[in-house]
């Protein structure tokens, strides 16, 4: 007997019974779109957390003052801006390119009848190029409006909306107050991500200069003659400079500081780069995780297969005896069999597909944030998946069709 035959006889079977067949996919198709949007989802998510971190800036080290986790010291000595200074020369951290400093000054903004509780950062001119921030409307901090101590304020879009009505107005050339001292807006920021965990909301952020929060909004004054810093964000070289910009930050800060021991370090030093691989590594563990309980789908519909095909087995006994008798071989059963199973396990893996892109597209309507698509490789495993699961739970039920002798067969009641 020739495969095309084989497979017209297959064909027409399935056909004889279109609902059992069709129930017989179900679990494969629902196991299937399962992993392929959950697949899809994972993937969509770990893009996400890249390109949020990437909004952060490239190569970036994030230090701030924490208490020490050693019982031997328990005070918090601040970071000061001599200390920053001095991490600037190539002679102390030759593997920093540029080094940004933020004092937070928390307070009410208001404009008109609105106002709302921020945290009011003063930053230093070269904040926006550390952090790859770029302007909407109106200008960034100067120079000359640190130097003048200016009493200018640049808004993210969040506070623009919450005290103006509507993102999209340009208020530059207004005025707002914080804590009741009059500021000038001279610029917008471009909107950027949503923000994720620690990172918050990056559109509710106001920026002044630097020089104006330490010495307009409250004395900020050290005891080595310079201003408190409460966050250096540190530029490396590149990508393989972030290690030795991190020893370099922490040697210079764990002297400066008086640290003797381990543990009694005052300050964290976050790594961008660390913090991303690790972030990713918890995704992509979820991911493969959501996929394997997505993939007992894939089993129990397997199961289900051999199960249907032992019944056809059983029904079509005479059927079988007759082949046989009139000249069919095992081979010939075995290959009908093992077709009506495989088609089955196709079938449904191509509705699963279709299913996995209509998950993605409902996900991608719920979530805009999430880039998600189904990939070339999605398929071909969900396509390879199939034809397994057909070939192997249904080589049983066509194997024992193949073994039928024909006249027991023929007895067949």
Known sequence: MTLFESLRIAIGSLLINRLRAALTTLGIIIGVGAVIGLVSLGRGVEDYIASEFQS????????????????????????????????????????????AMETLAG?????????????????????????????????????ADNDRAARVI??????????????????VGRT??????????IGVLEEQGGGIGFIGDQNEVAF???????TRMGSTRTRDGGYRVDVLHIQALDEESMDSAT?????FLSDAHGVQFQGEQDFTIINQADLLSSLGA?????????????????????????????????????????RKAVGARGGDILLQFLIESVILSLL????????GWLIITIGALLVPDLRLSITTDAVVLATFVSSFIGVFFGLYPASRAARMRPIDALRFE
Do not use: C
């Open 154 to 171: 640049v808004l993210g879009t969040t506070v623009v909306e919450r005290l103006f009505g509507d993102k999209m107005i340009d208020p």
């Open 107 to 143: 307070g009410i903004v208001a404009a008109g009848s609105n106002a709302i509780q921020l945290s009011v950062s003063g930053v230093t001119p070269n904040f926006i190029e550390v952090r790859s921030w770029a302007i909407r409307d109106g200008a960034w901090i100067s120079e």
């Open 247 to 251: 020893q370099e930050v922490e040697t």
């Open 348 to 355: 449904g893996g191509a509705l699963g597909v279709a299913l």
């Open 282 to 322: 918890i995704t992509g563990i979820l991911t493969v995780f959501l996929s394997l309980l997505a993939g007992i789908s894939l089993l129990v519909g397997g199961i289900g297969i051999m199960n249907i095909m032992l019944v056809s087995v059983t029904e079509r006994t005479r059927e079988i005896g007759l």
């Open 208 to 214: 002044m200069p630097i020089l104006t929060a330490q």
């Open 56 to 99: 952060l800036g490239s190569n970036v080290l994030f230090v701030f003052s924490s208490p020490p986790t050693s019982s031997t010291r328990r005070g918090i000595q601040p970071m000061t801006t001599k200390e920053a200074e001095a991490l600037r020369s190539r002679a102390v951290a030759p593997s920093i390119r540029t080094l």
């Open 176 to 185: 707002v107050t914080v804590n009741e001292r009059v500021f000038t807006v």
